[in-house]
């Protein structure tokens, strides 16, 4: 689906009927589209309006979806979202489901042959969100609220570090528990250079977030963390140690030399990465690179075949670069490591 409301409706609605969702990158092929609903036995599809032709025409592909439904445009054979809906008591009861029930079925881009579903339980989502609060809302609070804003589609990219939401400008109200007050932080939007603030002071230290992160990257320095009780390294940076659990934790440069340790190349990319020319034809690729001081980063691999993969081998001796798009509000840093000179 385009990004659109019942989306988000249908998505949490699987959830607590305890049924696994498919979520489908609206780019791909109809013929992909049949792949993916086939064989994850869909019993039933909803489809943006603007899709519903591409899907009509692939309906014999599909024979285990029951029930095809549309938000709008229904004719035919398509069912009435709302309809649908208005038939149906308010009444609801959640489904007794167990963390390590599937939730989530999330489907590979299929570079290397078709595409893969990853399963996802609650549990890995619910870590998921977690994570994400530990990384970006520092003691956020369950009264508090942020607004992030990427696309609804899921085949956004955290190999660019493009999201806008990076370089918003607004504020953010955090508790560290339900009796504390909240505090608000801001970040003042700029295209290079931020500076975080703690109510209407500038803080000597940036925060340990993804937003200090792409900064740093904005500088050309890759940076992360580390525990000044245990010594243990991370990179991106977090703001707890994942060793012991503490959370006095420093700034430390990284030296920017490694080896690859995992790869893929990538023909149906972001819409950044469309934009640079990268398609089917021409594939880019991205890989988790071992730094020296051994912590593990996602980057773009320069410098390789993207078109023949086999050529690619791990443990490829590598050294930082930092690719600068866009100009002004645009501006962005991408994190990205090429071979070694031989």
Request: aromatic share 8%; hydrophobic share 35%.
């Amino acid at each position: 689906m385009y990004n659109r409301p019942e989306m988000f409706e249908a998505l949490y609605a699987c959830f607590k009927m305890g049924c696994a969702a498919v979520p489908i990158n609206f780019r791909l092929h109809p013929k992909e589209f049949a792949f993916i609903i086939d064989h994850s036995r869909a019993g039933a599809v909803i489809v943006s309006p603007e899709l519903s032709e591409s899907l009509m025409g692939i309906r014999e592909l599909i024979p285990s979806a029951r029930h095809l439904i549309t938000p709008a445009g229904a004719s035919g054979k398509l069912l009435d979202y709302e309809s649908l809906l208005s038939g149906e008591t308010d009444r609801w009861e959640d489904a007794d489901v167990c963390p390590d029930d599937s939730a989530w079925l999330f489907y590979t881009s299929g570079t290397t042959g078709a595409p893969k579903g990853a399963m996802l339980t609650h549990r890995n989502l619910l870590a998921m969100i977690m994570g994400y609060y530990a990384d970006i809302c520092p003691g956020f609070g369950s009264q508090d609220v942020i607004l992030h804003a990427p696309p609804g589609s899921p085949s956004s990219s955290r190999s660019g570090r493009n999201c806008g939401a990076w370089r918003a400008s607004g504020r953010f109200r955090t508790g560290t528990c339900a009796s504390a007050s909240p505090i608000t932080w801001a970040a003042r939007a700029a295209p290079v250079r931020l500076r975080f603030w703690k109510e209407s002071r500038i803080m000597e230290e940036r925060p340990f977030s993804d937003l200090s992160y792409q900064q740093f990257l904005d500088e050309e320095k890759l940076m992360g963390s580390r525990c000044r009780k245990c010594g243990a390294l991370s990179a991106p940076p977090r703001p707890i140690c994942i060793h012991c659990h503490e959370s006095d934790m420093e700034w430390v440069p990284m030296s920017g030399f490694g080896k690859l340790a995992a790869y893929t190349c990538v023909a149906i990319g972001p819409p950044s990465m469309i934009a640079e020319g990268y398609d089917r034809k021409n594939p880019y690729c991205v890989g988790v690179v071992e730094l020296d001081e051994g912590v593990r980063v996602d980057a773009r691999i320069e410098g390789v075949n993207a078109r023949q993969p086999e050529t690619i081998q791990t443990g490829l001796p590598l050294q930082v670069v930092f690719l600068h798009r866009g100009e002004d509000e645009k501006a962005r840093t991408c994190l990205a490591f090429e071979p070694l000179p031989t």
